[in-house]
């Protein structure tokens, strides 16, 4: 199975005078794993299933493969898609609701067998094949839903948040396996989800999406180190960028001076430690996670996170400073929240 590039042009999408999406364009090269992220709202699930042919776009252009698919229908395509809820067919078994898109095709029994095989293989389910899925877990009835994505030999596999109804160890494990499965099949898939942990820890692309527009689109350690609006800056990373205003060259309500006249100042908490000076800095409290300790301080007009490694004990209301590097300073401009450039970076 090889997957296919997938290309949006201008696409937009609107009912009346509500705007899904307005002049999306962005393009998957062919075996990439790209993740759509964004808050609720923001367009990205509508974006996926103009993709799949679900929903159709107002204006703008869908290719898949090379070849222009904006007016087929999704059997047309050639992709595969998993829906949050998996839909699957309760009164079905396992394996009858893997292939049932086969049965609807027409595919002939034993190429039918041939590719539940295959699928069983790598999802390790074949014990499961003659239960329905309410005698499933949330798990097994995602590898299930997975099942049926592989059977479909589809070159581009669409998935809507499908780990939103599980645990946290669950999804962590399911992020790994949907990984693999990607690696291993070479397809394209395209991933929605609202939660930036996976977008990090899986994604060779992210398309970041704000109000139906992309704010950025770019890896997930470029997106990180070099977030291309104040948005992107507090979406993205655990805790996301501190972002303190500036007015008239100064951090407001510090005497801090930095080298931008209004906007604002970004600071990951994970770049701040504890020091002799800098930001000045009132305690608010201190969460111990383990590994680290994340510490929110009143800072000026602004309030700061500040992720220090091991176990950190600070009363409340005491008097620190948080020190910095000068090169891991973010800035941003203060009408549009585009990125500035660091003088010192």
């Not at 039918?112 to 499933?136: F, K, N, S, T």
């Not at 692309?205 to 992309?214: K, T």
């Not at 220090?308 to 929240?337: R, S, W």
């Amino acid at each position: 199975m090889n997957g296919a590039e997938v290309r949006l042009t201008g696409v937009t999408r609107s009912w009346g005078a509500t705007q899904a999406l307005a002049g999306v364009s962005l393009h998957v090269k062919a075996g990439t794993f790209c993740v759509l992220l964004g808050p609720s709202g923001c367009g990205k699930t509508t974006c996926l299933r103009i993709v799949a042919g679900l929903d159709q776009a107002t204006a703008g252009v869908v290719e898949i493969g090379g070849r222009d698919v904006t007016g087929l229908p999704p059997a047309a395509r050639g992709v595969a898609m998993v829906f949050q809820s998996y839909a699957l067919f309760p009164h079905l078994t396992v394996a009858e609701n893997i292939v049932f898109g086969l049965k609807a095709r027409s595919v002939p029994s034993g190429e039918r067998a041939r590719r539940l095989d295959r699928a069983v293989e790598i999802l390790g389910i074949g014990h499961l094949l003659g239960r329905r899925p309410g005698q499933l877990s949330g798990g097994q009835q995602q590898r299930v839903a997975l099942g049926r994505a592989i059977v479909a030999e589809a070159s581009v596999c669409l998935m809507d948040e499908p780990l939103s109804n599980l645990d946290a160890q669950l999804r962590a494990e399911m992020r790994r396996e949907i990984l693999a499965l990607q690696r291993r099949l070479g397809m394209t898939m395209l991933y929605v989800t609202h939660d930036q942990t996976e977008a990090m820890g899986m994604a060779d692309q992210v398309v970041l999406l704000r109000d139906g527009r992309i704010e950025q689109d770019a890896p997930p350690a470029e997106m990180y180190a070099a977030p291309a609006t104040s948005f992107v800056a507090s979406f993205i990373g655990t805790p996301p960028m501190n972002l303190l205003p500036v007015e008239g060259g100064v951090v407001r309500g510090t005497a801090i001076a930095v080298p931008l006249g209004a906007g604002l100042l970004g600071l990951r908490p994970e770049a701040l430690r504890i020091a002799d000076s800098g930001l000045p800095a009132t305690v608010i409290n201190a969460e111990y996670l383990g590994a680290d300790t994340v510490v929110a301080c009143s800072v000026g007009a602004g309030r700061v996170l500040a992720r220090l490694p091991g176990k950190i004990d600070l009363a409340e209301g005491a008097a620190i400073h948080l020190a910095y590097e000068t090169q891991a300073v973010h800035f941003f401009d203060a009408a549009n929240g585009r990125a500035v450039a660091n003088p010192a970076a």
